[in-house]
Structures are given as structure tokens and as C-alpha cells.
């Protein structure tokens, strides 16, 4: 760990006692309100008339805290900051009789109002009401959900068992997906949009603490253990001016705290290949035969909480392990032990010599052997007279013959596909998630939380750690991972007085995590097999370098398979936070301020360009032994080869001769950047009227440019071509970057009450687009550099293995202006940021049904104004022009992609969503929830490229605003928890006997999702378009016919109704014209409960994943390039289950005390 990454660590104490000062001195941003809810109300008599001075209290009746308040000159109260829970309320006044609700159910985030209606009385006298209020939002317009942990931990979450698994149920979010390989993301957070935003603008607060994934903000770096949750709030649209760095979803996930009484649970959940389904092969039906791959994977634990003091302090803590163990297996290709040999007289094609012909390939002579040469003995001149096609032994090269004597051999008797290999799977997880409380006094209430997750994973390689490979399979990279990530917590409330308080926290988390190949430690390449220029002498380096055979298309790679491999991680991030609320009159004014700073302290030999990471690596193509069959007399340039197959490609490392190569230089030992940001907001919640609150503020929000320890990050100067180092020499540490300070944000809520049982609201709400851009600038140039070499015309070799790679040199920083290679890619900030931002409305009817039933129906929109994404700038803009129409090689020469964050356009989303909830009552819930919606956008999201699925050609950006992928037409979801009405304290067979206990204590958990398939776009060859930098699409020839088939030979989509475009021009289809299939999925649980003793229970449970089995069809190949697969569905979508889409059955126990 590097100086800087230590810093971070061992300053956590000072920045401890940095923390507490904030809290009790200076004022900043919050968000704590979120961490808290609300009691509010109106105390009246019989006959309407407020009632002042009247006393009322609430005490949680888990922990014992209390609060008191005196009614104002309107009969008013409110009870701001209180932790969640259950209350019981009681209000009294002289002359009256005494008022007490037993049951006030507080959300995070939420306002519960208790209306009270005093009768004529003696104070000794009590009417009870054992009921809760109406389940209506009366105070606030914005649009949320609130996921009680007590539901999270009946339903039937999968495997992984991630509370984000229920989002696919809410209103307004497209499915959930998996996101990026374990030692990544050990957490295994899912990546998510919202009513058609970026899912790089979702934020997650874990007890009021951010927990984005720096690197990778569409995934968080943290999930709490499902048993630890107490509830999850997840607000969508027109949040309060609070909540801020979201345009999506804003995340509240609140920890479970102890209470007066001791409970907790132990758990073990167990599934394995015996209890799933086979998997969806379409029309490989035939491989599921023998016996499954063993496959184990466990989840167990517990939890336990209570007092340490009665009504003072209390504890919770949770543990849970997760062990996924199995065995995986793959088909590759290597060369035959024939083919290794020299012997390639099996090619369809001929094989020429490189070192033969003339400079432009042409003239050149077809391998042969002659007698005498030791590999003659290979030529079956039965077959082959002339014995062509065989390499000379004297041409064999000797380092390459050193390479091929680590390919094992083929063990399946064909020339494709024909090396099996299997091996063991391990991902090992051990979380620890705790919670510490203290009512200090009736004043002060202080929390902290702590969590750490730790794994260790293993993915085995083709070619184990002899010759590494690409891994076997797993959601992971080659070879071990290991890691901890960890994340602290500490909060206070105190109270002034009852119209004046303050709550404030501190929270910091830290991700750390290694990713390493196979046969890290050794130099491979430049002390096994001599090659020079590879590996280095740091640990990083080291290992064995790529070779790959037409871009790994023919062969498989032998030696490193991935080029941003082994890497190094330390990201630390901190937020202080601090909030006042101040309540006079009709009004509760709630302000405060926000620090937050990120740090990503990184080894990773990633170069933005791809090529070959930091052991160096060489490919080789089947051109470098092709000949030219025509050249063209006006350029010199060959215009058409012979023809090529596989061998070809073998021929070329055969022989040593290479069509490119490189390595990946990192220039200092660890790279760093900074980011800090920054917000103030200030809200007030106003009664308007009796019937009507208006709740109105303001944020404030600046994202300064990120920086590095001692000086800024780099920028590339478009005016000169070169790159700026900030803050070095003559360089100032701005480097000019222009950064708005103006990021003002309104909100504004109406809610309306329509009578007891009724309200309507409205909400608007304007959010800074929070994207930060941390993975954009952390390691450009010069912080790591390459060395490339190419054929400069596919024929030519572009270097040799025994020539190896040349000398990287360090570029001086000297001035802090420095010349960039015309082949280097470049990301980074532009000069000038113009930030967009996010606005969302909507306009919502909710209300109180029979049968404990809510209702809402509401339209729900946003617009993503001045959306950011990356763009080219240096993409071609002049269809038919390739290279040529380049705007930055006719002024700097320079030909390789110049991609800077900026806005792409307006993005759009409009919909209906209705709710039907019914609370958990007489032993049901149930929860529906449908969106009718409609996302149009010019980018998929805030750190997507623009050319990876559009037009970077500025004249046709306009092509680019289309559906986005994640959009879908129509989404039901339905949850619910039933417990059977049967057994005893049940309604039915309640008196005991063998009925009773045979039927009685069962439980029927359900989550089902229909939704409409995803759209996406028919592609076609972009060479008549000849534009860099932008995606051709198909034409239509004929109207779309849909086939509906599924497997190779039936298509999905009638194929012939689409052409490749010949001409120079974009095909006349747009993108994402065309939508896949729609899905449906039932996760069915079963829960029998058994009690043990008083207060202690047994649970069994039985959940079915997929319960129907029902093939959730992946996209229809889109590619007409793509042959006989083309419009043909051969795999299934990611459901966020690790690739698993078969049904498979959980079995778990788990004991409640």
C-alpha cells in the first residue's frame, strides 16, 4: 500500500474527532432526515376547535425513548427525528379525557400524521385506540417505497439473497442485472435505472452514509446482510430538497438496532445441482445428459440484539457466510499436436511465407518441405505430393517452440472445439454487519454502525498454471481474489429544544481488493522464454504474456487472456454531514451541508486503448502468412489477399512472426486521484391550511474537477494536441478547467388532503447530474504508457518473438506540457463541463381502500437535460471518409479516439404507475405495482460511449435519441406474504388436534414479475459507411415479420426482411427499433413454522427460483453479419442470477427467538 493510500487509513481517527467537532460546532448539508421519520398532528375537541397547550408524548415501545411536546396556538404538533419504529402516542389537557394510540408505525424518511380529537372529560379517563392511522402520504408529494425488513426476510429473495433483488418489483425500474466480476464488485450489487435516467445516477446511503462503488457508481461497494436491514427507502421522483448527488433513485437502507428485549435468528440456506433444472440449452438439449457439474452453495448465520442498559443502550449484530462452490467447465480450441509440429497440411487454404514476395506481399511462396529436412517425416505424400503447407524446420521458431511445449494436447478428437478442461469454483464470503445505540439523555441520542465483508475467490484457467488461459467460468477473473471491504458509521441527535434540533454523522468506508492471474511472481516471458521487452521487475509485471491467434478468435489464448490483469485496489471515501431543524408556527424548517471526498489509490496496468497489459503480449493474424493476389497500380496497396483459414493464423506463430504487438507501461508504482463534493440545501415543510402543506426548498451542489495528491489531473489541450499536467511546471493547478459554482437545485411539493381518507400530490424537483467521472481520469497518459507495434498493412509482420517489444521511454513531465503518441487514446474532462441536470414531476391520487388496502395512481416523469456521456471528438465525421474525415489528424495528425465527457442531448421518460398495498394484517400483504412507461435518450447513461451503440458524427447525433435499452413498455410486480389461516391462533383448526398440526403454521411467499421485452437495434457491415466512430444500422427491405422462435435453424425475426447497406450512408432503420421477447417469473416460497418454546420458533423453508421453469429469452442476434444466427435467440437475459436462469429450489432453516 502506497504512502497515499496509508494516509487514508490511519488519518480515520482524526477524521473521527473531525467528525464529532462537525457535529456539535458547524453547520453543513444533510441528509440525516432521512435516517429518521416524523409524528405530526392536530389536537382538537369534539367539535373542531384547536386545542393549545394540550401535552402529548410518544415513547418507542421497543427501546423507551420518549419525547414531549406542547400543542401551539393551532392545536399543532410535530415530533421531528425520531428513529423508526413503533410508538405508542398519548395526548392530554385539562377538562379532557386522556388520548392514546397504541400503535404510530415511524418509516425513515416519512411523516406519519396523528390526527387527535379530545372528548370532554376527566384526564384519568383513557380512550385507546389500538389501530393505526391511515397509511396515507400527507405532507409530502415526492414518490417512494418503503421495504420493511420483515418483509425482505419472508419473501423469496434469490440466491445471494441482495434486498436489491426486490427492486424489479417497484414502480418505474427496469429488471436489475449482474454487474462486473467478483474481486469488482464482492458485494455482488446490482446495477439498476430509474424512470429512464443513468444508472450512474442512483445514490445509496447505508445509515445515512453514501456507499457508491467510486471506480463504478452504478453499483454500490457495500450490502448490508438482509437479516441486518430494519427497512429500505427508496425514493424515485421530486425527492425533498435533502436528498441530493440522485437523479434516479435516492436509497435510504437503515440498519436494525437492538431493544429492550434480546432477539435474534440463526440461518442456513442450501441449494445445490441436485436441486436444479436442467439448464436452457436451446437445441443443445443433448448436453444434458449424465450427471450435473457439481454445484454448493451456502448461506448461513445469525443475528442477536438487545440491551446492554434498559431504555439506554443497545446492541445489534449480524454474521452471515456465503460459500458458492462448484465445478465449471469449458470448450476451447487449441492446435492440434500435428499443427504445433509444423504440420498445417490439413488447411483448406495455403500458407505463404512472410519472408518471401515482395514488400507488398505479393510474389510470395507457399510453405513447403523438401527431403532431408527433419520435418519431412510429417508429410503424408499419399495426401500431399508436393507436401505443402508444412513449415521447414529450420523456419520452427525457437521461442515459439518453447510456448507450444506448454499447449496441452487436444482431448477430443476434432479441430474445433476440442479441448475440455473443468476445475473448481470457489467465492467465500464473510460479513459482519453491528449497530451500537445510546439515549444518552432525554436531550442526546447517539448510533454507530460498523460492517466489513471480507471473500476470497479462485477461477481456474484453461491451461492452468502452466499456461494460464482465460478462466473457466465463474463470475470473476482468472486465478485468486481476495479483499476486504469495510465501512463505520457515527451519529447524534440532540435537542435544543422541542422546536429546535440537530442531528449530524460521520461515516467512512473503504474498499480494498486484488485480482490475480495465474503464475504471478515469475517473468514468464523474459526468464522462461527469453523474449525481450516483456514482464518488469514489480509484481505486477510479471507472469506470462499473451499470445493470441486472431484476436483469440481461432485459437485459444495461451498465457495471459485479460489485458488489465493483476490489479491493486484501495478507495477510501468519507462524507460529514449535519442538519438543523428548526419548527415555529405553521412552519418546520429543516437546513445543513454535505462534505463528501472519494479517493481511488489503484495498480492497474489498464490502457484505455486495450492492446496488451503490463507482461506485453503478441498477436497473430492470418494475414501475415496471406499473399496478395491484387494490387492497386494507382496506390502500391494490395486489394485483394488469398484466401485465409485458422492455419494461417498458427503459421504466424509458428514461424515468430507477429501482425502486432505491445506492452503496458505503469509508470509509477501506484496512481491516485481525489474528488470532493460539496452541497448546502435549505427546506421548509409549511401548513398552508388545515387540508394543505406546500413543501418547498433549495439545494446547492459543486463538483470541483478531481485531482492527485499534490497537484491536479491531466487534460488534453484541444487547441495544441497536447496533454496538460495540473499543477506541474508552467502548467497552473486548474489547468483552466471552468467549473460551475451556480449548481442551484428547486424542489417543490403539494400535498393536498381530500378529505380522511384521500390526498392528491404534486411534486417537482431539479437535480444536478452527480456523475463524477472517478474511472474517466484515473490512469491516463503519461501515468501509464504503451508501446504498440501494428502491420502496417496486414500482410507485413509487425515484429518477431525473438525481436521482442521494444524499450518503453518514460516521457519527461519537466514543463508539464507533453506531446501524446498520435496512436494513444485519450479519456478526460473537457476544458469546460457544462453539467446537466435532471428534472422530475409528477402528479399522484392515493387513496385509503377497505380491507386495510391502499391505492395510488400517478404520472411519474423526468427529463435528463444537457445528459453527459463520452464522445470522440476525433470519430469521423465525413461518411465514406474512414480515418480522413478525423478532425484531429488534419491538425495534429492524430488518429486515435479523444473521448471527453460532455452533454449528448435531452433524454425523456413518462409514465403511469398505480400501487395497490395492502399492510401486513390478518395474516396477509400484498403489494402490486404496474408502470406504463415510455424512456427515450440519446445515451444509455452517463458513462457509456456514445460510438459503442450510436453516431459520434456531430451532423447525424440526432439518430442517437431512440428508446433506451432498459426501457420496457409494461412492468407488473406482485409480492405477498400469506400465512394460511389455518392451526393454531389461526382462524381456522385453531383448537389442536392432527389436522391442526398437519395444516397449521404453513406461510406462501410470491414474487412475480410480467414485463415487456427490451428493445434493440438490427446492425449491419459499416464499411460503405466508412465512419470511425459510429454504428451502421440495417435496412428494411420488406415489412418486420415476427417468427417467435427460439434455438439456431428459427429465428425470432424473419432475417430476410433486413440487408447489409451498400452505399454510403446510414441504413434507413433506426436504433432500437425492434423489442425481444417479454419475460414472466414467479419465485415461489414456502415457510412451515414450528414453535420449539415460548418465543422460540422454527422455520423450514422451501423457495423455487423460477418456479415454473420458464426461459427468460435473451435478446435475438442483431447482427446481420452474423450469418445463420442472425435474428436467432440461443441464450437467456441476466435476471440478476449469475447466469442461472433454470429453475432451482432453496431449502433453508432458521431459528427466531
Not at 249 to 277: C, M, P, W, Y
Request: contains cysteine.
Amino acid at each position: 500500500m502506497s504512502r497515499e493510500a496509508r494516509r487514508w487509513t490511519v488519518s480515520l481517527p482524526c477524521l473521527l474527532l473531525a467528525a464529532l467537532v462537525v457535529v456539535f460546532a458547524v453547520p453543513r448539508r444533510g441528509s440525516a432526515q432521512v435516517l429518521y421519520g416524523s409524528i405530526l398532528g392536530d389536537v382538537k375537541d369534539a367539535s373542531g376547535a384547536s386545542i393549545r397547550g394540550a401535552s402529548v408524548g410518544v415513547v418507542n415501545k421497543s427501546t423507551g425513548l420518549a419525547r414531549q411536546a406542547i400543542t401551539d396556538g393551532a392545536g399543532r404538533f410535530n415530533f421531528p427525528d425520531l428513529p423508526a419504529g413503533v410508538y405508542g402516542l398519548k395526548a392530554s389537557q385539562q377538562g379532557f379525557k386522556t388520548f392514546e394510540r397504541t400503535e404510530v408505525t415511524v418509516n425513515i424518511n416519512s411523516v406519519v400524521r396523528v390526527d387527535v380529537s379530545l372528548e370532554i372529560g376527566s384526564m384519568g379517563d383513557t380512550i385507546t385506540v389500538s389501530a393505526e392511522p391511515p397509511k396515507l402520504q400527507t405532507e409530502t408529494a415526492e414518490v417512494h417505497v418503503n421495504l420493511m425488513g420483515a418483509e425482505l426476510t419472508n419473501l423469496p429473495v434469490p440466491l445471494g439473497r441482495n434486498y436489491q433483488q426486490v427492486y424489479r418489483m417497484l414502480p418505474g425500474f427496469a429488471p436489475p442485472s449482474n454487474s462486473h466480476s467478483i474481486p469488482t464488485n464482492p458485494a455482488r450489487s446490482l446495477e439498476f435505472t430509474v424512470n429512464g435516467t443513468s444508472d450512474d445516477q442512483n445514490n445509496t446511503r447505508i445509515d445515512g452514509v453514501s456507499t457508491a462503488h467510486i471506480q463504478l457508481p452504478h453499483v454500490v461497494s457495500y450490502i448490508p446482510t438482509l437479516e441486518s436491514i430494519q427497512e429500505v427507502n427508496v425514493v424515485t421522483n421530486s425527492m425533498d430538497a435533502e436528498q441530493g448527488l440522485a437523479g434516479g433513485a435516492a436509497v435510504n437502507l437503515q440498519t436494525r438496532s437492538g431493544t429492550n428485549a434480546i432477539h435474534g435468528s440463526a440461518f442456513e440456506h442450501h441449494t445445490d445441482q441436485h436441486l436444479k433444472a436442467w439448464p436452457m440449452r436451446f437445441g443443445d438439449v443433448a448436453l444434458n445428459t449424465g450427471d450435473k457439474p457439481q454445484a454448493s452453495y451456502d448461506q448461513f448465520g445469525g443475528t442477536i440484539g438487545g440491551p446492554i442498559k434498559r431504555n439506554k443502550a443497545f446492541f445489534f449484530v449480524s454474521y452471515e457466510s456465503t460459500r458458492d462452490h462448484r465445478t465449471v467447465d469449458r470448450t476451447v480450441t487449441v492446435p492440434t499436436v500435428a499443427m504445433l509440429k509444423g504440420d498445417l497440411s490439413l488447411s483448406p487454404t495455403a500458407v505463404y511465407d512472410p519472408l518471401s514476395g515482395n514488400p507488398d506481399g505479393s510474389g510470395r511462396t507457399q510453405f513447403r518441405v523438401l527431403p532431408g529436412d527433419p520435418n519431412y517425416a510429417l508429410c503424408n505424400r499419399a495426401t500431399n505430393p508436393n507436401c505443402l503447407n508444412i513449415i521447414p524446420a529450420a523456419r520452427m521458431d525457437p521461442i515459439a517452440k518453447k510456448v507450444a511445449s506448454f499447449i496441452p494436447a487436444n482431448n477430443i478428437d476434432r479441430d474445433r472445439s476440442n479441448y475440455f478442461v473443468s476445475g473448481p469454483f470457489t467465492f467465500d464470503r464473510h460479513q459482519v454487519d453491528s449497530r451500537l445505540d445510546y439515549n444518552v439523555n432525554s436531550k442526546l441520542t447517539l448510533a454507530g454502525t460498523f460492517g466489513m465483508l471480507h471473500y476470497r475467490t479462485n477461477v481456474p484457467t484453461v491451461f492452468g498454471d502452466t499456461a494460464v488461459g482465460r478462466p473457466i467460468g465463474g463470475s470473476s477473473n482468472p486465478g485468486h481474489g481476495h479483499g476486504n471491504t469495510y465501512r463505520l458509521t457515527v451519529m447524534g441527535n440532540y435537542i435544543f429544544s422541542p422546536n429546535f434540533l440537530m442531528d449530524a454523522h460521520y461515516g467512512w468506508a473503504k474498499q480494498g481488493t486484488a485480482s490475480e492471474q495465474p503464475g504471478l511472481g515469475k517473468n514468464i516471458g523474459l526468464e522462461v522464454l527469453g523474449i525481450p521487452g516483456t514482464n518488469g521487475p514489480r509484481q505486477f509485471e510479471s507472469g506470462w504474456p499473451a499470445f493470441e491467434f486472431e484476436g483469440g478468435d481461432d485459437f485459444a489464448t495461451v498465457g495471459i487472456n485479460e489485458n488489465f490483469m493483476p490489479y491493486y485496489r484501495h478507495d477510501p471515501q468519507a462524507q460529514y454531514v449535519v442538519n438543523f431543524n428548526l419548527i415555529k408556527r405553521k412552519h418546520n424548517v429543516r437546513f445543513g451541508a454535505d462534505f463528501y471526498q472519494m479517493a481511488l489509490n489503484q495498480a492497474q496496468a489498464e490502457f484505455i486503448t486495450g492492446g496488451f497489459g503490463a507482461q506485453g503480449g503478441f498477436g497473430f493474424d492470418r494475414g501475415v502468412t496471406l499473399r496478395c493476389e491484387s494490387v492497386d497500380p494507382a496506390t502500391g496497396n494490395c486489394e485483394e489477399t488469398s484466401s485465409s483459414s485458422r492455419y494461417n493464423s498458427v503459421a504466424g506463430f509458428l514461424i515468430g512472426q507477429a501482425s502486432h504487438l505491445g506492452r503496458t507501461l505503469q509508470v509509477p508504482d501506484e496512481y491516485h486521484v481525489r474528488a470532493r463534493l460539496f452541497s448546502l440545501y435549505a427546506r421548509d415543510r409549511w401548513a398552508a391550511t388545515d387540508k394543505l402543506t406546500v413543501d418547498y426548498g433549495l439545494r446547492w451542489e459543486y463538483f470541483p474537477v478531481p485531482t492527485r495528491p499534490g497537484r491536479g489531473i491531466e487534460r488534453y489541450d484541444v487547441d495544441t494536441g497536447k496533454v496538460l499536467l495540473c499543477g506541474v511546471g508552467t502548467v497552473p493547478m486548474d489547468c483552466g478547467f471552468e467549473t460551475s459554482k451556480t449548481g442551484f437545485a428547486p424542489r417543490l411539493g403539494l400535498a393536498y388532503r381530500l378529505g380522511e381518507k384521500s390526498v392528491l400530490r404534486a411534486g417537482y424537483g431539479l437535480t444536478r447530474d452527480p456523475y463524477h467521472a472517478m474511472e474517466l481520469v484515473r490512469a491516463p497518459y503519461p501515468i501509464l504508457i504503451q508501446v504498440k507495434r501494428e502491420s502496417p498493412d496486414g500482410l507485413t509482420p509487425a515484429g518477431s518473438l525473438s525481436g521482442g517489444i521494444p524499450a518503453l521511454q518514460v516521457p519527461s513531465e519537466a514543463n508539464g506540457i507533453l506531446d501524446i503518441p498520435s496512436d494513444y487514446a485519450w479519456t478526460g474532462y473537457p476544458k469546460k463541463l457544462d453539467r446537466g441536470y435532471i428534472q422530475s414531476w409528477n402528479l399522484t391520487l392515493q387513496r385509503e381502500l377497505p380491507w386495510n388496502f391502499t391505492g395510488q395512481i400517478g404520472y411519474v416523469a423526468t427529463r435528463s437535460i444537457r445528459q453527459l456521456g463520452l464522445v470522440d471528438i476525433n470519430a469521423g465525421q465525413v461518411i465514406g471518409a474512414g480515418d480522413e474525415g478525423k478532425p484531429l489528424l488534419a491538425r495534429f495528425g492524430r488518429t486515435a479516439s479523444t473521448v471527453l465527457l460532455q452533454p449528448v442531448g435531452t433524454g425523456r421518460y413518462d409514465s403511469l404507475q398505480v400501487q395497490l398495498q395492502r399492510r401486513f394484517t390478518a395474516g396477509l400483504s400484498l403489494n402490486v405495482s404496474y408502470t406504463w412507461g415510455k424512456a427515450i435518450s440519446p445515451n444509455e447513461n452517463s458513462s457509456a460511449l456514445l460510438g459503442d451503440h450510436g453516431v459520434q458524427a456531430v451532423a447525424y447525433m440526432s439518430r442517437n435519441r431512440a428508446l433506451t435499452s432498459t426501457d420496457r413498455t409494461h412492468n407488473l410486480g406482485i409480492t405477498s406474504v400469506w400465512e394460511i389461516p389455518l392451526g393454531k391462533g389461526r382462524r381456522w383448526l385453531n383448537e389442536g388436534g392432527v389436522l391442526s398440526a398437519i395444516l397449521g403454521g404453513w406461510q406462501i411467499n410470491n414474487m412475480i414479475s410480467v414485463m415487456s421485452g427490451p428493445p434493440f437495434t438490427v446492425l449491419a457491415d459499416d464499411t460503405s459507411l466508412n465512419l470511425p466512430g459510429s454504428v451502421q444500422t440495417a435496412d428494411q427491405v420488406k415489412p418486420v415479420n415476427k417468427l417467435g422462435g427460439v434455438g439456431r435453424g428459427t429465428p425470432y425475426y424473419d432475417p430476410t426482411s433486413f440487408a447489409d447497406v451498400t452505399a454510403a450512408r446510414f441504413g434507413n432503420t433506426g436504433y432500437n427499433m425492434l423489442r425481444g421477447p417479454g419475460l414472466f417469473n414467479w419465485d415461489f416460497g414456502l415457510t412451515r413454522e414450528f414453535p420449539l418454546r415460548k418465543d422460540v420458533k422454527l422455520q423450514l423453508r422451501l423457495e423455487a427460483f423460477n418456479f415454473t421453469n420458464t426461459p427468460h429469452l435473451a435478446l435475438p442476434d442483431n447482427n446481420i453479419g452474423d450469418g445463420e444466427d442472425f435474428m436467432t435467440i440461443t441464450s437467456v437475459q441476466d435476471l440478476s442470477r449469475e447466469g442461472i436462469d433454470e429453475r432451482q429450489l432453496r431449502v433453508g432453516l432458521r431459528v427466531v427467538f
